[in-house]
Structures are given as structure tokens and as C-alpha cells.
């Protein structure tokens, strides 16, 4: 079973900032937070993952609480490219060649606005 | 640089028939994986390749499923004989390198229906 919960579904007007929150209160010290969406017709897409440490790259920020309980996936200025369904998903660091499969949840379908 | 392909985009096969899918990784990437996501559910592991070798196949759902990467390059994933809830989507992913840094790189999948 998925360790995250998101909700269902938000909206977000074009060019304001999309906030995707994420519950993962089950978390370990070792289990890393990544964000993965699905694009209507395609294969999921990477965006960013994070252990502990706020992170920024090319496509969104991820905003983790200090107690790493929750999270939030940020895009800064939305889209209607960006409308896709948002998965939130808590990995474990494999260790010893074994493999720590992506475990997807429902996600959070996000609908941008014109 | 090509991404993940996979081939055939969509299927139509009659119950008890045999499909393959083809899954060709991005270029040096060692690591392969199959997921599907039938009707209503969620996007779910079937199996690892390392390389040539099976590394986790703990999501495949029984021996109708075969899947195979001689040379560990491409990969085939067979159904045989295929059922009716064997239908959704089926997704190949790739990736350079395991652990924390991990970046699974998905093709757009292949839809099967067996009708």
C-alpha cells in the first residue's frame, strides 16, 4: 500500500503558483519523498525527490516539514501543460542490490485553469 | 538522445490469444522495469531487470506472465494465454543508477485490451 496520502483533486489558475500538499506521516528516517506525474497518454515523469533538505530544480520546489511528516510539491507558475495527475510517493534507500519499487498511490489530479 | 519506447502504443487481442510487448530502455541504461495500471486501479510494479537478470519480479501476477531481456538490452513482456483482467496499461521504465538518486525514466505504455 502507498504510505502518502494526497487529495483527489485541486484546480490552479495559469500562471499562479500550484501548491500539491502531501501527508506521509508513517515516514522513517531512511524513506525519501519523491514526486512523479502522469500526463494524460503518457508515462509518469520525474520531477524532484527529497530526504530532508528543501529542494529546487528546473520544473518545482519540494518543500519538506521539519518533522517529515508532510510535504509540498510547489510549481511556480502553472501551466495548462502542467494539468496532470501529481503522485507523492515515499521510498526506502535499497541497500544490497534490492530493489525499493515505486509504490503509486491515487495521486492528486491537478487542473489548470486559462 | 531517444527516450523509452515501447511497442506496440495499443493492443487488441481475443481472450486466450498471446501478446508480447517490446520495451526498449534508453541507451546504458542497466536497469529496466515493468508496471501496469489496470481498469480503476493503480500504477503497479510487476518486475526489475538488472541488466540480463531478473532482479525483483515479486509484482508479476502469475506464470501467464513471462518477461524476458536477452542481452540486456530491449525487453519483452509476454502474455500468454492472455484473460480479460489482464487488460490496462503497460509501462516500461529505465533508469542509469539504484539508490537514493534513483530517476525512473517511463515510456508512454502500451494499452492492451483483450476483449
Known amino acids: 500500500d502507498a504510505k502518502t496520502t494526497q487529495p483527489p483533486s485541486m484546480d490552479c489558475a495559469e500562471g499562479r503558483a500550484a501548491n500539491l500538499p502531501c501527508n506521509h506521516s508513517?515516514?522513517?528516517?531512511?524513506?525519501?519523498v519523491y514526486w512523479y506525474r502522469q500526463i494524460h497518454s503518457q508515462g509518469p515523469q520525474y520531477i524532484i525527490h527529497?530526504?530532508?533538505n528543501n529542494e529546487t530544480n528546473e520544473m518545482a520546489s519540494l518543500i519538506i516539514t521539519e518533522d517529515r511528516k508532510s510535504s509540498t510539491l510547489i510549481l511556480p507558475h502553472a501551466t495548462l501543460r502542467d494539468t496532470a495527475v501529481y503522485y507523492c510517493?515515499?521510498?526506502?534507500?535499497?541497500?544490497?542490490?534490492?530493489?525499493?519499487?515505486?509504490?503509486f498511490g491515487t495521486g492528486t489530479l491537478l487542473a489548470v485553469q486559462p | 538522445e531517444a527516450g523509452v519506447t515501447q511497442f506496440p502504443s495499443h493492443s487488441v487481442i481475443e481472450k486466450g490469444q498471446t501478446v508480447t510487448l517490446r520495451c526498449d530502455p534508453i541507451?546504458?541504461?542497466?536497469?529496466l522495469y515493468w508496471y501496469r495500471r489496470v481498469m480503476g486501479k493503480e500504477i503497479k510494479f510487476l518486475l526489475h531487470?538488472?541488466?540480463?537478470?531478473?532482479?525483483?519480479e515479486s509484482g508479476m501476477p502469475n506464470n501467464r506472465f513471462l518477461a524476458e531481456r536477452t542481452g540486456g538490452t530491449y525487453s519483452t513482456l509476454k502474455v500468454q494465454p492472455a484473460e480479460l483482467e489482464d487488460s490496462g496499461v503497460y509501462f516500461c521504465?529505465?533508469?542509469?543508477?539504484?539508490?537514493?538518486?534513483?530517476?525512473?525514466?517511463f515510456g508512454s505504455g502500451t494499452q492492451l485490451s483483450v476483449l
Open positions: 521504465a529505465s533508469s542509469l543508477v539504484t539508490g537514493n538518486n534513483e530517476k525512473l525514466f
Open positions: 508513517t515516514i522513517s528516517g531512511n524513506e525519501y
Open positions: 527529497g530526504l530532508k
Open positions: 510517493i515515499v521510498r526506502d534507500s535499497p541497500f544490497g542490490g534490492a530493489t525499493n519499487k515505486l509504490i
Open positions: 541507451s546504458g541504461h542497466d536497469n
Open positions: 531487470f538488472v541488466k540480463e537478470s531478473k532482479q525483483d
